[in-house]
C-alpha cells in the first residue's frame, strides 16, 4: 500500500464490507472494487471511473450521468460524487464493478505547468471511449505491481507519468487543445467515432458501443456516417 491508497481507503472504508483490490506507486493508485459506495464521497484526488458495466445514476455535483462499458470518466478533487440507489440490483453481483484510478494532484499539476505554465488543471465530467493505450498502460501498471521484480518501483513511477500524460492527451480539460485530431468530416461525431475504429481495430466491432460513444441513435449514426464518409461503419 501506499499513503495514496490508504487515503482513499480510509474515506470509503466504512461504507463497503471488503479492501478492494488495489494497485499503487506513489502517487497514483488503481483499485478494482466489488461493491459500490451510495454515499456522497468527496475525495482530494483526481479521479478517473472505468466501468466494467452499464452503470445509470452517477452524480458528480449533483450533474446525473450515465457510465457504460467501455468509456472513461474524470472527476476533479472535491467534487461531491454519489451513486443512485438504482445500482444495488448491480450491487449482488460479485464481479467487479469498474476500475477506479486516483491520481495526486500535484502529479498532474506538474505536468500541466512544464506544458502549459498553469496548474488550475479541470476536467470537463464527460465520458470518452477508453483507448486501448490507457487501457494497455493500466494492465502493464498491475502487472509490474504484481510482479515486482528488480526496478518495479521505477518502472511504476514511469508508466504512472505515461497514464497521466495520456490522461490529459485524452479527456477533454481547461488546458489548451492539444489533441492531434484526425480530421476525416466536419461533423466531431464522424471524427470521434473513426478515431475509436482506429483505436480498436482488432476488437470485435460493435455498432452499440459505437453508438454509445458518440450519443446517436444506431439509425441516425448510420445515415449520418454515410452521408459524411460515403461508407456505412462497417466497411
Known amino acids: 500500500m501506499s499513503e495514496i491508497s490508504d487515503k482513499v481507503i480510509n474515506i470509503v472504508k466504512d461504507n463497503i464490507s471488503e479492501i478492494p483490490e488495489s494497485f499503487c506507486s506513489s502517487d497514483l493508485v488503481i483499485f478494482k472494487p466489488r461493491e ?33 462499458k467501455g468509456t472513461i470518466l474524470p472527476t476533479n478533487p472535491c467534487q461531491k460524487l454519489k451513486l ?8 449482488k453481483s460479485n464481479d467487479i464493478k469498474f476500475f477506479c484510478l486516483f491520481i495526486e494532484p500535484k502529479k498532474l499539476q506538474e505536468i500541466a505547468k512544464a506544458e502549459f505554465n498553469k ?3 479541470l476536467f470537463y465530467n464527460n465520458t470518452s471511449y477508453l483507448s486501448n493505450n490507457i487501457l494497455s498502460l493500466i494492465s ?12 518495479h518501483k521505477f518502472i511504476l513511477e514511469s508508466l504512472a ?14 488546458m489548451p487543445n492539444i ?10 461525431e464522424i471524427n470521434t467515432a473513426i478515431d475509436y475504429l482506429w483505436e480498436n481495430s482488432n476488437t470485435e466491432f460493435s455498432l452499440k458501443n459505437l453508438c454509445r460513444i458518440v450519443n446517436l441513435s444506431p439509425y441516425y449514426f448510420i ?3 454515410k452521408d459524411n464518409t460515403g461508407k456505412t461503419p462497417y466497411e
Open 161 to 174: 507519468t505515461e497514464l497521466a500524460v495520456n490522461l490529459i492527451r485524452t479527456l477533454k480539460s481547461n
Open 223 to 225: 445515415r449520418l456516417f
Open 84 to 91: 443512485s440507489q438504482i445500482n444495488k440490483i448491480h450491487s
Open 119 to 121: 496548474t488550475d488543471i
Open 179 to 188: 489533441s492531434k485530431v484526425r480530421k476525416y468530416s466536419a461533423r466531431s
Open 140 to 151: 502493464k501498471f498491475e502487472t509490474e505491481y504484481i510482479n515486482k521484480q528488480f526496478g
Open 36 to 68: 459500490f459506495v451510495e454515499k456522497e464521497t468527496l475525495f482530494d484526488f483526481y479521479h478517473f471511473v472505468i466501468p466494467q458495466m452499464d452503470i445509470p445514476g452517477f452524480f458528480a455535483d449533483n450533474k446525473e450521468i450515465n457510465l457504460t
